[in-house]
């Protein structure tokens, strides 16, 4: 019983972060639009968090800041230009 009270608390806890890393995603232009720096530093500090919990796989973590960077990146060259 007990287990099982621990896991639903977990799980609401876990989708909870996982929905917040949504919105963060969203806001920090995901859909390829122009990307606001400040959102993606605090969508990089939330997957880092999460990947600390242990809510996100440490690998995805990386795999997704690896992205963010690179668009990142790509997004302040073609500004430059």
Do not use: F, M, P
Request: aromatic content about 0%.
């Amino acid at each position: 019983a007990k287990r099982a009270r621990q896991t639903s608390v977990r799980a609401l806890r876990n989708r909870r972060v996982l929905t917040h890393l949504r919105g963060l995603a969203k806001r920090a232009g995901a859909g390829g639009e122009t990307r606001d720096v400040n959102d993606v530093r605090a969508l990089i500090s939330a997957v880092d968090k999460a990947a600390k919990r242990g809510i996100i796989h440490k690998n995805a973590a990386k795999r997704r800041k690896a992205r963010l960077h690179k668009a990142l990146a790509a997004g302040s060259a073609k500004s430059a230009e």
